[in-house]
């Protein structure tokens, strides 16, 4: 039988063994290390690699050297494939336009019965109350006359009533010679349609050369009417129930009679509701007048208060038209001034 060695040579042979793999290991980690810094930065390796090995009958030769490639090929690593996700199609989306539902406008109900405005504090008077002015001349009572006892032609046969005088100058006054140069009288009466004025002029000198709105330059008469006498009683300031007429007889040759509003409006079509008729004689002329309830807005009763004044405007100038003179019955009349009208009662 073969002997054991001893056990101290059993140690020295286990050193050298693990000696010799750690040499190997050492190697072996040098040498990685080696390739991996060279294949980073592809520099080349200068070192030499042996291609055959010595036979028996060659073993003077000289082994021979191959020069390691200048740069290792690198494995060109498989691309990844990535799946591609094809979106599903859309329908186009479209800009739309919001639509605006417009809100309808609710109607504007008005009441049955629209009030009244009240600018005064004044009280309006109660039914049957008489609201009437004092001091702005004679009271003028305006007689009923049914339309077939009342002919429209300038003849004055139905006014029998004392009549309310003109004679006072209150324009012009300077230039105003008395009675003779421009005086008169007038009248008044009624019916359920129609206002009636009746006028006698005395005047030496007939003399209108104009129409219409400038019927004033010339021989012609003015009346004012407060058609709402009660409700404005205190307001000095004209309003739309206050209206001032202008009649005229013309030149009674080509120029007829005609009637016109100046206040609160001017309006051919108002002109044109208004009917006059008119005479001359010896001393001047006579006139009378139709005036609708309907134009003055207002309907009458028996015992109803209106406001009025009446006027003559007098030119003596031949082929000339200025108002020289106007005359009057009502010493405190101004121009507009509801506050100054007289009294004006039906009957």
Avoid at 135 to 163: H, I, K, S, V
Avoid at 192 to 215: F, G, K, P
Wanted: aromatic share 10%; proline share 11%.
């Amino acid at each position: 039988m073969r002997e054991s060695p001893p056990a101290g040579s059993r140690g020295i042979f286990f050193l050298a063994g693990c000696a010799a793999a750690l040499a190997v290991l050492v190697f072996a980690i040098v040498a990685f290390l080696i390739f991996r810094e060279t294949t980073r930065n592809n520099t080349p390796v200068s070192r030499f690699i042996v291609t055959g090995t010595p036979r028996s009958s060659d073993s003077d030769a000289i082994p021979t050297e191959r020069p390691l490639p200048s740069t290792f090929p690198m494995l060109s690593p498989s691309p990844t494939l990535l799946p591609v996700l094809t979106p599903e199609p859309q329908p186009p989306v479209q800009n739309e336009i919001p639509t605006i539902t417009p809100v309808p406008r609710q109607p504007t109900v008005l009441p049955a019965t629209l009030p009244v405005p009240q600018p005064f504090d004044t009280p309006l008077p109660k039914p049957g109350q008489i609201v009437r002015r004092f001091g702005n001349g004679p009271d003028a009572l305006a007689t009923y006359l049914p339309n077939n006892q009342f002919a429209l032609d300038g003849a004055l046969n139905e006014w029998t009533r004392e009549a309310v005088p003109l004679s006072l100058a209150h324009f012009g006054a300077n230039a105003w010679a008395g009675a003779d140069d421009s005086s008169g009288a007038a009248w008044f009466g009624w019916n359920e349609d129609v206002l009636l004025v009746a006028v006698s002029v005395r005047d030496e000198a007939h003399v209108q050369t104009q129409r219409s709105w400038e019927m004033f330059r010339g021989d012609s008469v003015e009346l004012w009417i407060d058609a709402d006498l009660a409700r404005d009683f205190e307001s000095a300031q004209g309003s739309s129930d206050d209206w001032q007429f202008g009649f005229s007889p013309g030149d009674f040759f080509s120029g007829a009679p005609e009637g016109v509003v100046y206040i609160p409006h001017r309006d051919v079509r108002l002109n044109q509701q208004i009917q006059v008729a008119a005479l001359q004689n010896g001393n001047g002329y006579t006139l009378e007048v139709r005036i609708p309830w309907a134009l003055l807005g207002t309907t009458p009763a028996r015992g109803k208060f209106f406001g009025y004044t009446l006027d003559l405007s007098d030119n003596d100038v031949p082929n000339t038209a200025q108002q020289q003179t106007q005359v009057t019955h009502n010493p405190n009349f101004q121009f507009n001034v509801p506050t100054t009208f007289g009294n004006l009662i039906l009957e």
